[in-house]
């Protein structure tokens, strides 16, 4: 079974800054999906397959990487960034779906 | 638009059993995987279950796998859940979730509240 660990736990940012969060895999996948959950409400899908925006996520946001380390970008924090992010990835044999245990970003 | 629709949830004793059901409106219903996620309170999400298609094929993590039973109803867009032999540590908002192929949860209900206390 593969873990998914992210970090930092939480974070804070003042709005323009750069924020990278960061999910590593306990063993090499072929990809990350990313998904925002701020608070009170239901998470939403926000970067999927490594790399690719969800349907209206602001191009402010990115991601990356490969193997076992993955990220999230933001490239200017903006209020509404405020929230948990959470990465998540499947295995096929078994079928299974993981997420990571998030990280909390806030408005500095 | 679609929509996910939970309901069901509420307080349940310890070792007893409840089903939780989503509708769903706004896709072909039966053209998609679709899954059950939960989210202890403050804390993050888990996977719960799987449904293929047709229904033929379900998936679990070792911490329901033998508790609880997915299952759908296609002519009626219909996603059930249901729950036995509860435990405290179930207590959690379950979300109602369309599963793409690629693996992506990218649908998700509003969420419904169960709480296993005696």
């Known amino acids: 079974e593969i873990v998914l660990t992210q970090s930092p736990t939480t974070m804070a940012a003042s709005p323009g800054e750069k924020v990278t969060l960061t999910c590593r895999a306990s063993?090499?996948?072929?990809?990350m999906h990313w998904y925002q959950q701020r608070s009170g409400t239901s998470p939403k899908l926000w970067i999927y397959e490594t790399s690719k925006l969800a349907s209206g996520v602001p191009n402010r946001f990115s991601g990356s990487g490969s193997g076992t380390s993955y990220s999230l970008t933001i490239n200017s924090m903006e209020t509404e960034d405020a929230a948990t992010y959470y990465c998540?990835?499947?295995?096929?044999?078994?079928?299974?779906?993981?997420f990571g245990g998030g990280t909390k970003l806030e408005l500095k | 638009e679609v929509q996910l629709v939970e309901s069901g949830g509420g307080l349940v004793q310890p070792g007893r059993s409840l089903k939780l059901s989503c509708a769903a409106s706004?896709?072909?219903?039966?053209?998609?995987?679709m899954a059950w996620v939960r989210q202890a309170p403050k804390k993050g999400l888990e996977w719960v279950a799987t449904?293929?298609?047709?229904?033929?094929?379900?998936y679990y993590p070792d911490s329901v796998k033998g508790r609880f039973t997915i299952s759908r109803d296609n002519a009626k867009s219909s996603l059930y859940l249901q729950m036995n032999s509860l435990k405290s540590e179930d207590t959690a908002t379950y979300y109602c979730?369309?599963?793409?192929?690629?693996?992506?949860?990218?649908?998700w209900g509003q969420g419904v509240m169960v709480t296993v206390s005696s």
């Open positions: 998540q990835q499947g295995s096929s044999y078994p079928p299974t779906w993981t």
């Open positions: 063993s090499s996948v072929s990809y």
């Open positions: 706004g896709f072909t219903f039966s053209n998609y995987y």
């Open positions: 979730a369309r599963q793409e192929i690629r693996g992506t949860f990218d649908y």
């Open positions: 449904i293929s298609t047709s229904g033929s094929r379900t």
